[in-house]
């Protein structure tokens, strides 16, 4: 999520970044299974938020804090192209959004998630 949260900002603000870089800084140890989230959160970006947008009705993806729209473009690609359990990915989630946004927000993720799983 914070690799996430770290790219939006630096395409943001336009600031050149090595992808393979970003992610030892943040995991030191190699870890494949973040290394195909990231990448996958990447390159199913679009996909990702379209699928958000479904479910935010009135709050557009793009409204959300930086965190949050990590948190659920993460959570989204899990659910949708990997095997983690969805129960793990949306408990995951929550407890991310407890830390990084406040209670609306954490809601939300929620019910995007909630709805995403029952369709």
């Given at each position: 999520?914070?690799?996430?949260?770290?790219?939006?900002?630096?395409?943001?603000?336009?600031?050149?970044?090595?992808?393979?870089?970003?992610?030892k800084?943040?995991?030191?140890?190699?870890?494949?299974?973040?290394n195909?989230?990231?990448?996958?959160?990447?390159?199913?970006q679009?996909?990702?938020?379209?699928?958000?947008?479904?479910?935010?009705?009135?709050?557009?993806?793009?409204?959300?804090?930086?965190?949050a729209?990590?948190?659920?473009?993460?959570?989204?690609?899990?659910?949708?192209?990997?095997?983690?359990?969805?129960?793990?990915?949306?408990?995951?989630?929550?407890?991310?959004?407890?830390?990084?946004?406040?209670?609306?927000?954490?809601?939300?993720?929620?019910?995007?998630?909630?709805?995403?799983?029952?369709?």
């Amino acid at each position: 999520m914070i690799i996430l949260y770290q790219i939006d900002i630096y395409k943001d603000r336009n600031i050149k970044y090595d992808l393979n870089k970003l992610i030892k800084d943040n995991v030191p140890i190699e870890n494949e299974f973040v290394n195909d989230i990231v990448y996958g959160v990447l390159k199913n970006q679009d996909i990702l938020e379209k699928e958000a947008n479904k479910y935010l009705k009135e709050w557009p993806i793009d409204r959300l804090d930086k965190n949050a729209k990590a948190i659920l473009c993460l959570a989204i690609y899990e659910l949708k192209y990997t095997d983690t359990p969805d129960i793990v990915v949306i408990n995951e989630a929550i407890e991310l959004a407890k830390k990084y946004c406040d209670e609306a927000v954490r809601k939300i993720i929620n019910a995007v998630l909630d709805q995403i799983i029952k369709e």
